[in-house]
T-cell receptor, first 113, second 114 residues
Framework: GENVEQHPSTLSVQEGDSAVIKCTYS??????FPWYKQELGKRPQLIID?????GEKKDQRIAVTLNKTAKHFSLHITETQPEDSAVYFC????????????FGTGTRLQVTL | DADVTQTPRNRITKTGKRIMLECSQT?????MYWYRQDPGLGLRLIYY???????NKGEISDGYSVSRQAQAKFSLSLESAIPNQTALYFC?????????????FGPGTRLTVL
């Protein structure tokens, strides 16, 4: 199966600064990498995803980059705001069985004023 | 809005009791999943189903069973609950027509086993 490692486990940034969360995966055939945001007491919600035929994808202040050779992908949040404070999970799909996601252990992002 | 719902939202039970957690969805998705979330461990897959007649074990299925009663309903049972099954449980869905890999989560059920 797939193994996904996520770092850091906690991240504190000042409002307006950038935040970067990194994940590595083990299965070189994985081809789908979503990022989920989970606010306190809420469900995980997809914020951005990337497929292995693309190196970078942006959506306003968030972007994801993928390095297939190194088997890692990263979430970048620019101009952070207090509402960005949440736990972020990366995931990778199992190449052998469509739709099975393996999640990283999460990064708790705190944006301070 | 099409959504994924879970009942109950909170449950406290005792060791040895049988518990059922229910998941319903109005998204029209064919694929459904049960995950468990523990602090520091992320989300781990318990069972998944790609259609009504399809049930598959995930990475941590021991002590759990599931039933796919209809395309829109997927239930998780703990036959004899134990304290280390205390966790937050999420149901999720995805749609084969949309590649099947983007998953949408329900609001979660917080289960406490005393």
């Amino acid at each position: 199966g797939e193994n996904v490692e996520q770092h850091p486990s906690t991240l504190s940034v000042q409002e307006g600064d950038s935040a970067v969360i990194k994940c590595t995966y083990s299965d070189s055939a994985s081809n789908y990498f979503p990022w989920y945001k989970q606010e306190l007491g809420k469900r995980p919600q997809l914020i951005i995803d990337i497929r292995s035929n693309v190196g970078e994808k942006k959506d306003q202040r968030i972007a994801v980059t993928l390095n297939k050779t190194a088997k890692h992908f990263s979430l970048h949040i620019t101009e952070t705001q207090p509402e960005d404070s949440a736990v972020y999970f990366c995931a990778a799909i199992w190449s052998g069985t469509a739709s099975k996601l393996t999640f990283g252990t999460g990064t708790r992002l705190q944006v301070t004023l | 809005d099409a959504d994924v719902t879970q009942t109950p939202r909170n449950r406290i039970t005792k060791t040895g009791k049988r518990i059922m957690l229910e998941c319903s969805q109005t998204k029209g998705h064919d694929r459904m999943y049960w995950y468990r979330q523990d602090p520091g461990l992320g989300l781990r897959l318990i069972y998944y189903s790609f259609d009504v007649k399809d049930i598959n074990k995930g990475e941590i299925s021991d002590g759990y069973s599931v039933s796919r009663q209809a395309q829109a309903k997927f239930s998780l049972s703990l036959e004899s609950a134990i304290p280390n099954q205390t966790a937050l449980y999420f149901c999720a869905t995805s749609d084969t027509r949309d590649r099947g890999d983007t998953q949408y989560f329900g609001p979660g059920t917080r289960l406490t086993v005393l």
